[in-house]
């Protein structure tokens, strides 16, 4: 499955103080010192480039939402994603990470896709792809939805995430203390019976209960302790590798089409 994490990919609410933002952001800025701060914080996520690793793809998101919006999410993040807010970082601090975003966007080095989307297309349908995931209302829902994953993944991660899908998965922010959970782990589970369920872990657990869905789309709610044993699967995803089973031509193909799903423009 090709993860997902919304973060400044998601439009975000105006926030509190945008005004001040925007008028801080109107100031003179300071692009090294907006590099300095985007590799420090903001890389770890969204890679050296914005390209997009856990975090979306900023390239082409940033010059949509505008300097203001940028800088208010860097300040505030997007409440219920993985997006943190940096409170520590100032009004112009933050204005000037915004505006080396930008600039990241209209750089000419950016990603290149070089396969070709139409034949990416037929090998999405002929692999199965749509079972799991859901591409505009069309598709499973075992996997994270795809309708705008080209506008939020560069390509270097989508191939990634294509050749290794169980590695580097996405962390999720959760509850009023933010407690981060990753999402799309694998679990087995091991009943008193000796059966055993594998499957992704489904919301956030408890200390006594555990939701999972297996590869067909089944949910299991499972109380721990009725369970022989609970362990986790890391490096491990219901979605294959198509490292064995595709060309590198036709990885670049694949991975040209994904790159063209950006949703409603």
């Not at 002929?126 to 795809?146: K, W």
């Not at 995803?237 to 193909?253: E, I, R, V, W, Y």
Request: with cysteine; aromatic share 4%; glycine share 12%.
């Amino acid at each position: 499955m090709l993860h997902v994490s919304l973060a400044i990919g998601q439009q975000a609410p105006a926030p509190q103080g945008a005004s001040s933002a925007a008028t801080s952001s109107a100031a003179p800025v300071d692009l090294e010192e907006g590099k300095r701060l985007f590799v420090q914080n903001c890389s770890p996520c969204h890679g050296v480039n914005g390209g997009g690793e856990e975090g979306p793809d900023l390239h082409t998101v940033a010059a949509r939402m505008g300097a203001p919006d940028v800088q208010g999410i860097v300040r505030r993040g997007i409440p219920g994603t993985a997006m943190p807010g940096s409170y520590t970082m100032s009004e112009k601090q933050a204005a000037n990470v915004a505006a080396y975003v930008l600039k990241l966007g209209s750089a000419t080095d950016s990603e290149k896709v070089t396969g070709d989307p139409k034949s990416g297309e037929a090998i999405y349908n002929s692999s199965g792809c749509a079972t799991c995931h859901m591409i505009s209302g069309q598709g499973g829902s075992i996997g994270p939805e795809l309708t705008r994953i080209g506008a939020m993944r560069g390509a270097a991660n989508l191939k990634a995430r294509l050749l290794d899908p169980g590695a580097n998965l996405p962390k999720m922010q959760e509850g009023p203390f933010g407690n981060t959970w990753t999402q799309y782990l694998v679990f087995r589970a091991v009943e008193k019976n000796g059966s055993v369920i594998e499957g992704m872990r489904v919301g956030v657990e408890d200390s006594f209960t555990i939701v999972l869905k297996d590869a067909t789309g089944k949910l299991h709610g499972l109380s721990k302790p009725d369970l022989r044993s609970l362990e986790k699967e890391p490096g491990k995803s219901l979605m294959p590798s198509f490292k064995d089973t595709l060309s590198a031509a036709q990885m670049d193909d694949l991975v040209a089409y994904l790159a063209t799903l950006k949703g409603a423009q």
